[in-house]
């Protein structure tokens, strides 16, 4: 009876350490976080100068970005979108803030993990201005002493319904 309940007890107490020790692997060190945030810094200066290169050259060279009209692969093709974006619309105001919650280290700490929330404003060739605003989340890589976007996914909030027609 007392193996059963030393087994019982044992079992608990490996239950209850394995995810505060999850929990302390996935935590990123002070270091990694302003690296990620200055990655992040980086994308908004390029996208609020509507640079494609600078903000492709951000981006590995097999990176995916999942955009509201499906997937784009590889960094070359991720600047002509970009590219071609800009030849249409001027961006500004752009900013992305990673939730209160990330990054988040996945494995051995060569790759991360972050989401939250994203806003701009544009303007086209056929009025605006235009605010936009949408969630992401992105798998950044460390990439020798500099990290890489590997895969970033976006999509955009639907603006509120407009307010019923009464008679």
């Given at each position: 009876?007392?193996i059963?309940?030393?087994g019982?007890?044992?079992?608990?107490?490996?239950?209850?350490?394995?995810?505060?020790f999850?929990?302390e692997?996935?935590?990123?060190?002070?270091?990694?976080?302003?690296?990620?945030?200055?990655?992040?810094?980086?994308?908004?200066e390029?996208f609020?100068?509507?640079?494609?290169?600078?903000?492709?050259?951000?981006?590995?060279?097999?990176?995916?970005?999942?955009?509201?009209?499906?997937?784009?692969?590889?960094?070359?093709?991720?600047?002509?979108?970009?590219?071609?974006?800009?030849k249409?619309?001027?961006?500004?105001?752009?900013l992305?803030?990673?939730?209160?919650?990330?990054?988040?280290?996945?494995?051995?700490?060569?790759?991360?993990?972050?989401?939250?929330?994203?806003?701009?404003?544009?303007?086209g060739?056929?009025g605006?201005?235009?605010?936009?605003?949408?969630?992401?989340?992105?798998?950044?890589?460390?990439?020798?002493?500099?990290?890489?976007?590997?895969?970033?996914?976006?999509?955009?909030?639907?603006?509120?319904?407009?307010?019923?027609?009464t008679?």
């Open positions: 009876m007392k059963r309940l030393l019982a007890l044992v079992g608990l107490a490996i239950n209850f350490a394995v995810p505060t999850a929990q692997k996935e935590t990123v060190d002070p270091q990694t976080a302003q690296q990620i945030r200055a990655l992040s810094i980086k994308y908004d390029a609020n100068n509507n640079d494609a290169a600078a903000l492709a050259a951000l981006y590995m060279e097999d990176a995916v970005e999942v955009t509201d009209t499906g997937p784009i692969y590889g960094r070359e093709a991720i600047e002509k979108h970009f590219a071609d974006v800009f249409q619309v001027h961006v500004t105001n752009h992305g803030e990673g939730d209160q919650y990330s990054p988040h280290i996945i494995g051995p700490g060569n790759e991360i993990w972050a989401n939250g929330e994203w806003s701009l404003t544009f303007q060739k056929s605006g201005p235009i605010q936009a605003k949408g969630y992401w989340s992105a798998i950044d890589t460390r990439e020798g002493d500099t990290w890489k976007i590997r895969m970033l996914t976006w999509n955009v909030t639907p603006p509120p319904p407009a307010p019923a027609q008679k």
